[in-house]
């Protein structure tokens, strides 16, 4: 049961998230997602990680962290791994700024990255997800700023 709260919370995030191109209302505008570089991010991923890494390119870790789990609860383990493919795309662009800020914290992600790795290759859905929830976890505990 945690565990669907969780991922309807993440679910809720990522839609609150896709309207981050639109201007900023009074209920959002202090949330970090509606800065103009959360916008510029978005349209361009090739921007680089000095450029606000953290409200922009953590959400992608975290979407992308989602729907992997998303396809491994439906056992479908060939879109579980196509979708954490983009994984490493996405952390490329960050995994630097991660580390100067919380070397603990990209420890940690690059050891979650290796046991969803193996978890996908071996088609073990309880490990997959378990991984993927620490993974989760510990990009969010990323320290901001």
Same mark, same amino acid.
């Given at each position: 049961?945690?565990?669907?709260?969780?991922?309807?919370?993440?679910?809720?995030?990522?839609?609150?998230?896709?309207?981050?191109?639109?201007?900023?209302?009074?209920?959002?505008?202090?949330?970090?997602?509606?800065?103009p570089a959360?916008?510029?991010?978005?349209?361009?991923?090739? %921007?680089?990680?000095?450029? @606000?890494?953290?409200?922009? $390119?953590?959400?992608?870790?975290? !979407?992308?962290?989602?729907?992997? *789990?998303?396809?491994?609860?439906?056992?479908?383990?060939?879109?579980?791994?196509?979708?954490?493919?983009?994984?490493?795309?996405?952390?490329?662009?960050?995994?630097?700024?991660?580390?100067?800020?919380?070397?603990?914290?990209?420890?940690?992600?690059?050891?979650?990255?290796?046991?969803?790795? %193996?978890?996908?290759?071996? @088609?073990?859905?309880?490990? $997959?997800?378990?991984a993927l929830? !620490?993974?989760?976890?510990?990009? *969010?505990?990323?320290?901001?700023?």
């Open positions: 049961m945690r565990f669907k709260s969780t991922l309807l919370l993440c679910s809720l995030g990522l839609f609150a998230l896709a309207g981050c191109g639109q201007p900023p209302t009074t209920a959002d505008a202090g949330s970090p997602s509606s800065s959360a916008s510029t991010m978005a349209s361009s991923p090739a %921007a680089t990680a000095s450029t @606000s890494t953290a409200t922009v $390119a953590y959400p992608q870790l975290l !979407a992308v962290v989602t729907k992997t *789990q998303t396809a491994v609860e439906t056992k479908d383990f060939a879109k579980a791994q196509q979708e954490f493919d983009q994984f490493e795309g996405v952390w490329s662009q960050v995994e630097d700024g991660i580390k100067e800020k919380s070397g603990e914290s990209y420890d940690a992600i690059e050891q979650d990255m290796d046991k969803v790795g %193996a978890a996908l290759r071996a @088609s073990n859905s309880d490990d $997959a997800i378990a929830q !620490a993974m989760g976890g510990h990009i *969010q505990s990323i320290p901001q700023g």
